[in-house]
C-alpha cells in the first residue's frame, strides 16, 4: 500500500446535478510517469484540481506519501511536495524570470522580518542558495540567459519551461503537469518529454500528467489512466491502453 | 459635424435648465409667503455665456480631442540624466537631502517648520497605505482607523498612567498592528470592492467607539493636555514640571518656543526616515516579491505553497504600525486630540496621496503628500473650494498620468551570470 506515492481512491466531485468525476482511482508509483487522458470534458483537470486541492472533494480518500490530503488547502498540499502547473500558463509576467523562481522559494527563504531588515549572515545566505538553485533549474530548462527578462516576455515554449523550473525549484515529490505540450511546435514537444523523462531519472520524481498528444504521452509513460466521461475506462501500461477496444472507441478513435 | 448638433444642444438644454433652477431663480422670503424672484441681468447674461461655452464644446469636441492627442504627455523620465549618471549621483543627492532636511528648520519659520511637521505625518500615512494599496494591492478605505488607534493610545496610556512619548510609541505600533491583524483575518478572503467596503465601515466604527466611549475617551471633547515628547528626559516647556529638568535650562541658553516646534520636526524626520528605510528593505525581501506574485497572481501562488491569507495579513498589519508610529506622533504633536481628526475624508486624503504619487512608488508618494499638505496652505484663499480643486487634480492626473506621478519600479533582484 504504501509504496505508492500518490493514492488516489474512489475519487468523486458533484457540481450541483453534476456528477464531473465518479469514481476515480489511480496510483502513482515513485520514479514513475503516470498519464491521464480522456476526450475533453472527461474531468481529468477536475481531478487535478481535487489532488491539488482547488476543489474540496465531495468523496472518496487521496493519500500522498500514506498521509490524507483530501480537504487540505492547496498551498499545504504544495507545501508537502504535491506542485502542478495549469492548462494555461500562469506565470508572475510582470516580475523577472529569476524572480518567478525566488517566489516559489519562498518557504526556503529566510522570511524573518528583522533578519531582513538587517540583512543577517544567514538570510544573505539563503538568499545566495535560493539564487543558485534557481540558476541551476534556468540552466536545466535553458533558459539561463533569460534570467533578467520579464517573464511576460518570453515565448509561449519558454513560458512553458519556466512554468517547470519553477515547480522544480521547489523540490517536490510529484510534479503533476496539466497539459504541458498545449501550444507547443514539434520540436518543442520532443525537448519536453526530453526534459520530463531527465526529471524522473535525475531527481528521482514522480509526474503525474495529462496530456492529448499522444505521441508524447506513448512514448514517455509508464503508466496510463483514461477517463471518459468522469468515469475511469481503462488503467494500464500504454500497450493495454492502445489495444483495449473500449478505449478505441471512446478516445483513440479506430485505425 | 451634422451628428454632434443633437447632442449639442441636447447638453446646451440641460445645462440651461439647471442653471435657471439653481442660479435663475432665487426664493424669498416675504412675511410669511415665498416668492419667486428672477435674477438680475448679469446673472442671466453670465447663464447664456455658459450655455454657448457648453454648446460649442459639444459641437466642436471631436476637433478638440484630435487636437488634445497631437499636445505631447509630459514625460517625466525624459528630464532627468541618463541611468548611469543618475546611479552615480544617487548616493550624494540622497544625503544632501538628509542633510538639507536636518538643516532648514534653523533658518526659516516657525510656521513653515511647523507645516513641514505636519507634512512629514501624512509621508508617514502615505507610506504606510502604500504598502497596503501599493505592494499588496488591497484597497483600504478605512486606514484613518489604525491612525486613531496610535494617537488614542499614546493620549490614553499618558493621561492614565503617565507613560512617556517614546515608551507609547512601539506600544502603539503595536497596537494598531494587533488591530490591523484583527480586522484583516476575517475581512481578508474578500477582493476588490467588499474589501473596500469593510475596511470604510471598521474606520467608521473606530471614529463611533472613541466618539461614544466618554467616560474613556472624553467623547467628543477629545483628550487634551498630551504631554509632548522629550529629548531623554529633557522637557521643552518654559518650566519643568516636578523633578525634571528644561531643555533651555540643561543648556543655559534662553527659553525659545521655537525650539519644541523644532524638536518635534526632528523627530518626524526621523521617524519618516525609519519608514522609509524599513519599506525600501521589505520590498527586497522575499515578502515584497511575495505581495507583487500575490497581485499578479492568487492561484500561482497557492499552488506554489504561498499562504494568500498570511501574506495579505501581514501587509495589512504592516501598513497599521505605521499608521499608529504616525498617530502617536500626531497626538505628541496636536497635544489634542478628538474624534473629528480621523473622519472618512482622512482616508479619502490618504488615499489620494498614494493614488495620485503612484501606486507602489515610494518618491511618488512623498511628493504626493507634500503637494497635498502644502497646496491648500499656500491657497488659503481658496479655502472653500478645497475639495473642488482636489477632484480637478484628480481628474487630470487620471487624464494624463494615470499610473500617478512615478509609477512603481519595484528594484529587480538580478542573477549576475559569471
Known sequence: ?255 | MQRALFPALFAAGVTFLLTCLVIGVRLEQEGPNLTVVGADAETWSWIGFAVIVVFLFQLFQQPLSRLKQRLPSPDVTGLLPDHKLRARLRPWLIALVVVGLFVWPFMVSRGAVDLATLTLIYVMLGLGLNIVVGFAGLLDLGYVAFYAVGAYTYALLSEYYGLSFWVCLPIAGLLAATFGCILGFPVLRLRGDYLAIVTLGFGEIIRILLNNWTNVTGGPNGIGGIEKPSLFGLEFSRRASEGGQTFHEFFGISYNSSHKVIFLYLVAVLLVLLTIYVINRIQRMPIGRAWEALREDEIACRSLGLNPTVIKLSAFTMGASFAGFAGCFFAARQGFISPESFTFIESAIILAIVVLGGMGSQLGVILAAIAMTILPELAREFQEYRMLMFGGVMVLMMLWRPQGLLPMKRPHLELKTS
Open chain 1, 1 to 255: 500500500m504504501s509504496e505508492n506515492l500518490l493514492d488516489v481512491s474512489g475519487l468523486m466531485m458533484r457540481f450541483g446535478g453534476l456528477l464531473a468525476v465518479d469514481n476515480v482511482s489511480l496510483q502513482v508509483k515513485p520514479r514513475q510517469i503516470h498519464s491521464v487522458i480522456g476526450p475533453n470534458g472527461a474531468g481529468k483537470t477536475t481531478v487535478f484540481n481535487c489532488i491539488s486541492g482547488f476543489y474540496k472533494p465531495t468523496g472518496g480518500e487521496i493519500r500522498y506519501r500514506g498521509q490524507p490530503i483530501q480537504g487540505m488547502t492547496g498551498h499545504r498540499i504544495s507545501l508537502l511536495g504535491l506542485v502542478r502547473t495549469f492548462q494555461h500558463v500562469r506565470l508572475f509576467a510582470n516580475m523577472t524570470v529569476i524572480e518567478n523562481l525566488l517566489v516559489a522559494q519562498h518557504r526556503h527563504l529566510n522570511t524573518n522580518y528583522f533578519a531582513g531588515l538587517v540583512k543577517t549572515p544567514s538570510y544573505r545566505r539563503r538568499q545566495r542558495e535560493a539564487m543558485d538553485r534557481a540558476a541551476h533549474w534556468l540552466q536545466q530548462v535553458d533558459l539561463l540567459e533569460f534570467a533578467n527578462r520579464e517573464a511576460g516576455n518570453l515565448s509561449y515554449g519558454q513560458q512553458r519551461r519556466l512554468e517547470i523550473a519553477r515547480c522544480m525549484v521547489t523540490e517536490p515529490g510529484l510534479l503533476m503537469l496539466d497539459e504541458p505540450a498545449a501550444g507547443l511546435n514539434p520540436k518543442e514537444t520532443s525537448e519536453l518529454d526530453q526534459l520530463i523523462l531527465r526529471l524522473r531519472d535525475e531527481q528521482d520524481i514522480s509526474v503525474l500528467l495529462i496530456e492529448h498528444d499522444m505521441g508524447l504521452v506513448m512514448g514517455i509513460s509508464d503508466h496510463i489512466t483514461v477517463i471518459n466521461q468522469g468515469a475511469p475506462l481503462a488503467d494500464g501500461t500504454p500497450d493495454q491502453v492502445r489495444q483495449n477496444p473500449d478505449v478505441i472507441k471512446a478516445y483513440l478513435g479506430e485505425s
